[in-house]
């Protein structure tokens, strides 16, 4: 079985919140890009992800580093990340 956490996404391109399960062996760069890719359907033309799109810490602000797995950070559910 795959260990996922279930992540509170914030795209403030177009004031939104989602909820995104993503797998803990996933690296950052992938997880952005599953995330672009599912947000970019999702809202039919009004949020277009870039190559300098990454995720942030929404309690700090830190940009999470793209080459580390998402388990590397031990995030729990419910952890609430930007997406720019």
Do not use: C
């Amino acid at each position: 079985m795959i260990d996922k956490t279930l992540f509170r996404i914030r795209l403030s391109a177009v004031d939104k919140t989602f909820d995104m399960w993503i797998p803990n062996e996933l690296p950052v760069l992938e997880a952005v890009q599953l995330a672009v890719g599912l947000l970019e359907e999702q809202e039919h033309r009004r949020y277009k992800g870039g190559k300098t799109t990454s995720f942030y810490l929404r309690e700090s602000g830190e940009e999470l580093d793209a080459g580390k797995l998402m388990g590397e950070y031990n995030f729990v559910d419910g952890t609430e990340l930007i997406l720019i």
